[in-house]
């Protein structure tokens, strides 16, 4: 059958199509109007992929694309999930709430199981969708408007204390973790420190002993001048035995003033010795082992060095760690807003009874011209002279009459396969 000889069939049988047509209408515009009517509210969550109130998340580099979707994946996923709406429930009571029950289409019951069902239907009837940007849509749905926004907001506000019990949680087992561990290591560092300590002290006791052993106090240019001094005080001295005597004023002065060179020699190469102690700087190794003195710098006072270091990184890296978490571990708000809350809808989101209609005419138009075929092929009526000669396979001669109004030969036109059975007269 082809266009032609569809809409012959169509104009003939006309009041089947509109029947059909009108009954197809008909009935979705009385299920639209008896349907119960469900209400759809929506709030507006903005999502930030950085924390402000995070130590951790202050040095990090900036989120790919990639990870930035995967992150709201994330968040939707948490959203939506069980444990966010047991928030809701329990902070609305809905348990105990025969109107929210109502409007959720469920009976008032005891025990957990209707705990979980209830669980169960608010996860059912809610809705999260996200798109380029960071905001997520989250809706609900149910048969009261006021419901709808209620227990809509109710989910931004348990999603927002989830994120924020997630987020601390985790942070406070670690800042307690921490600090168990700063106590070992403070103990450890302390230990080191005393040990190094004990090693200078013992070497600075008795390198002040034998600081004539130390080439830094050797060389000092002031040890140096001091010795010049009493050198030539010496030999002033036996300059002067030969001339005065040993019981002359001259010979008792010079004896007082070489003392005074020797003390003041003694303090500075004892003050010199310290200093190289305390800096771990001191004689060669043999002239120490002549000296009988063990320098600082030996074996087991660089492998008490080494292990003061060792302590002390330990010691500031989880110091370190320890101050991120306890920082984190104090934070009062999250990277989640509130950017549009849930207001009672006006208008039902289902049934929507326009676009039930729309989709009626597209069914009924379908419908009642499969209807019209169906019954064309069971009639064996001659409408046309296609239908003459795909009836019989002879060839038409003539047609005399009018096929039908002006409009419909508008419409269809003449047939195509009707030819001339004469020739044109001369």
């Known amino acids: 059958m082809n266009l032609r000889q569809l809409l012959r069939a169509l104009i003939a ?65 948490i959203l939506t999930s069980p444990k966010v709406a047991r928030a809701v429930a329990q902070e609305l009571r809905l348990e105990e709430t025969p109107g929210a029950l109502a409007a959720l289409g469920m009976k008032r019951g005891r025990g957990e199981r209707t705990e979980d ?14 798109s380029q ?29 989830t994120m924020l019990e997630l987020r601390v949680a985790p942070t406070r087992k670690a800042a307690a973790w921490f600090d168990e561990q700063l106590k070992g290591l403070r103990a450890n560092l302390e230990d080191a420190q005393a040990k190094l ?19 830094r106090v050797v060389d000092n240019a002031f040890v140096q001048q001091l010795k010049g001094e009493l050198l030539h005080g010496e030999e002033k001295l036996q300059e002067l035995t030969t001339q005065y005597g040993v019981n002359h004023p001259v010979y008792r002065r010079q004896i007082s003033e070489n003392q005074t060179l020797r003390t003041r020699l003694q303090t500075e190469m004892r003050k010199l010795a310290a200093g190289a102690a305390a800096a771990g700087v001191d004689a060669a190794p043999d002239d120490a082992l002549k000296a009988g003195v063990p320098g600082p710098q030996a074996p087991d006072e660089a492998v008490l060095v080494r292990n003061v270091q060792s302590a002390e990184r330990a010691y500031e890296t989880a110091m370190q760690r320890y101050v991120v978490s306890q920082v984190d571990s104090r934070a009062s708000q999250t990277n989640v807003e509130v950017l549009n809350p849930a207001v009672a809808p006006l208008k039902p989101y289902r049934p929507n009874i326009a676009l039930n209609i729309a989709l009626s ?17 069971q009639d064996a009526r001659v409408r046309s002279p296609e239908d003459l000669q795909s ?23 003449p047939p195509a396969t009707v030819l001339r059975a004469l020739p044109r007269p001369q």
């Open 117 to 130: 069902l209830l669980v169960e239907v608010l996860r059912r009837n809610f809705k999260a969708e996200t």
């Open 361 to 377: 005419l597209f069914t009924g138009v379908v419908l009642g011209g499969i209807l019209v075929a169906l019954l064309e092929t």
């Open 197 to 215: 300590a004990h090693a200078k002290l013992a070497v600075q006791a008795k390198a002040t002993q034998h600081p004539e052993s130390i080439p």
């Open 391 to 413: 009836a019989s396979r002879v060839p038409v001669l003539a047609v005399i009459g009018e096929e039908g109004k002006r409009g419909a030969r508008l419409l269809l036109g």
């Open 13 to 77: 049988r006309r009041r089947v199509f509109f029947v059909a047509l009108g009954a197809v209408v008909l009935a979705a515009t009385l299920a639209s109007l008896m349907m119960s009517k469900s209400y759809r509210a929506t709030v507006s969550l903005l999502v930030d992929t950085r924390d402000e109130q995070s130590l951790g998340d202050a040095l990090r580099p900036l989120v790919l694309p990639q990870e930035r979707m995967s992150y709201l994946q994330t968040q939707v996923d």
């Open 133 to 161: 940007s960071s905001v997520i849509q989250a809706s609900f749905t149910c048969a009261d408007p006021r419901w709808a926004a209620a227990i809509a907001n109710a989910y931004a506000q348990a999603y927002v204390d």
